[in-house]
C-alpha cells in the first residue's frame, strides 16, 4: 500500500502542483496504479474538487490550507481532501445543462464521471473531508 500526502494554499496557481502531485503518485511504483486515461480522469477530479473547495468553501481566502492524502491498494486509488470552510452538500447541486445557458455548474458532474465514488463528509476534527474513488487497472 502506497500514502502520500500534500499540504497546499487555497490558491488556484497550486492546481498545477496538485495535478502533479496525483500524477507522481499514479506512477511511483515499478508498475503504474493506473493507465494513462485513468490517470488524467483522476487528475480532472482532483482540480475540479480543489477548484470547489477555494471558491466555494474557502469563498476565495488564500489563508486556508487544503490537505490531500493519497494512497492506493491492490483494488483502488483513494484521493482524499481534507479542509476547513463552508461544508458542501452534494444533494444541493442542481444537475449541470448542456444547452449553453450557465458557465458554471459542472465540476460535482465532471468528478462523477471521472471516478468510481465520491462521497463527503466531516471527519473527527470538524473538517470537511472528500474522498475520491477510481479502481486500479486489473492484470489480464
Given at each position: 500500500?502506497?500514502?502520500?500526502e ?6 488556484p ?15 511511483a ?8 486515461t ?14 470547489n ?14 490537505h490531500v492524502?493519497a ?11 481534507r ?12 444537475p449541470?445543462t448542456f ?7 459542472f465540476g460535482v ?7 468510481d ?20 487497472i486489473?492484470?489480464?
Amino acid at each position: 500500500m502506497a500514502r502520500y500526502e500534500l499540504d497546499i494554499p487555497s490558491e488556484p496557481s497550486q492546481l498545477a502542483r496538485l495535478r502533479a502531485f496525483v500524477t507522481s503518485f499514479c506512477l511511483a511504483g515499478p508498475v503504474p496504479i493506473l493507465d494513462e486515461t485513468g490517470i488524467h480522469e483522476l487528475e480532472l477530479a482532483v482540480n475540479e474538487a480543489a477548484t470547489n473547495v477555494m471558491r466555494h468553501a474557502h469563498q476565495g481566502r488564500t489563508d486556508l490550507p487544503i490537505h490531500v492524502e493519497a494512497e492506493s491498494d491492490a483494488a483502488q486509488v483513494v484521493i482524499r481532501l481534507r479542509y476547513g470552510g463552508t461544508p458542501f452538500d452534494p444533494t444541493t447541486v442542481a444537475p449541470p445543462t448542456f444547452d449553453g445557458s450557465r458557465e458554471g455548474g459542472f465540476g460535482v458532474y465532471f468528478i462523477s464521471m471521472c471516478v468510481d465514488q465520491a462521497r463527503y463528509s466531516q471527519d473527527k476534527d470538524g473538517r470537511n473531508c472528500l474522498r475520491l474513488v477510481k479502481s486500479r487497472i486489473q492484470p489480464n
